[in-house]
């Protein structure tokens, strides 16, 4: 990372935000990338089994919008959820266990990439239905709201998300019903191999949004700080009682929908021009620029994100696969509605 070229920044450094919540958010956004990067190279030697979907790029919408939620609050997440959850706060050692299928593993290896859950950090679970986590989250809204409490929930979902219908039955009864959930659509232009622009008739999700009387806002997707301010804003009124908010954010994923997918549909000079506007480089040389980071800590802080992401990926060699003779436990709720044993 430091070797790269940054740019130079005029602006002055925020006033709403400290130095070690910005160092906190650059270095969250590189353990995400370090995360990924190893996790594509193990895919690639054959270690880890099943589908890869990463978000390499995207670092910014997560951490940005994570940075905006206390321990108590919620998220929802997809398929390409390694980000969502890591900004919230898994432990990389545990996502490689789960990845690895390893019984140390979130989902005590039975989850895999795309199920990542840790009920005790608010981390309800990624899902690989595209648009499964709007509707669950307005359930989770409808539960704080139920009983009084002043949580927020968080539902990440993509841009190809927006033309299901689970999208719009959420956005209704989350609006009728004036439930603390903040909708994040991270926009990266592509569903699978569809051009966002291709699949919906001059599109202003935010507009779309609105006409379910749901407050939205754009945001760059590839500046960490403008990210968290969207979010800081919606949280917080969601948090007041003020309802459900939207966010969308503008951001690419560097690499193909899956490992393996050579992502011959989306244009070379148009991923060489997203490229250059790396959120980790942007915020680096802003960093750099106001003084808070210098290029020895930021070789210690690389140093030290790569030793958590070498002790991670041995932590889970190292761990007990799942039995197999466990595979159903913990599947199923033994419980009727009432909380009587079934
Ligand atoms: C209901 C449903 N339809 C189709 C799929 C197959 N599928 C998996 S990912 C994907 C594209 C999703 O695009 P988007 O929501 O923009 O998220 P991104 O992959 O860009 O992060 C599709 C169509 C699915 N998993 N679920």
Excluded at 161 to 185: D, I, R
Excluded at 247 to 258: D, M, N, P, S, V
Excluded at 294 to 306: C, F, L, Q, Y
């Amino acid at each position: 990372m430091s070797a790269k070229k940054t740019e130079a920044t005029t602006e002055a450094p925020p006033e709403d935000l400290t130095r070690e919540q910005l160092l906190g958010m650059y270095r969250r956004m590189r353990l995400i990338r370090a995360f990924e990067d190893k996790a594509k190279e193990r895919f690639e030697a054959g270690e880890i089994a099943g589908f890869l979907h990463l978000s390499q790029g995207q670092e910014a919408v997560p951490v940005g919008v994570c940075w905006a939620l206390g321990p108590r609050d919620y998220i929802t997440s997809t398929h390409r959820g390694h980000g969502d959850v890591i900004a919230k706060g898994c432990e990389v050692k545990r996502m490689f266990a789960e990845l690895y299928g390893r019984a140390t593993g979130y989902c005590k290896g039975k989850g895999g990439s795309m199920h990542i859950a840790d009920f005790s950090q608010g981390i309800i679970g990624a899902t690989g239905i595209v648009s499964g986590s709007l509707p669950t989250s307005v359930g989770i809204g409808m539960g704080i709201k139920q009983r009084g409490g002043d949580e927020v929930v968080v539902c990440f979902f993509g841009d190809g998300a927006t033309a299901e219908g689970g999208f719009h039955e959420a956005l209704n009864l989350a609006s009728l019903w004036q439930v603390p959930v903040v909708f994040v659509c991270q926009n990266n232009l592509y569903g699978l191999s569809q051009p966002w622009e291709k699949t919906a008739y001059k599109c202003d999700l935010v507009a779309r949004v609105g006409t379910y009387h749901i407050p939205g806002e754009c945001v760059d997707g590839m500046d960490v700080i403008a990210v968290h301010r969207a979010a800081r804003k919606a949280v917080e009124r969601a948090r007041r009682g003020g309802g459900p908010g939207f966010i969308e954010a503008k951001t690419y994923r560097f690499l193909g929908h899956y490992v393996g997918d050579p992502a011959l549909y989306m244009p070379a000079e148009e991923r060489e021009a997203w490229r250059k506007r790396d959120a980790i480089v942007k915020l680096r040389g802003q960093l750099l620029a106001w003084g808070y980071l210098t290029e020895a800590e930021d070789e210690a802080m690389g140093a030290e994100v790569a030793a958590e992401i070498e002790a991670g990926v041995e932590y889970a060699k190292a761990s007990p696969l799942a039995a197999p003779e466990t595979a159903l436990d913990e599947l199923y709720v033994h419980f009727d509605y009432l909380g009587n044993p079934r």
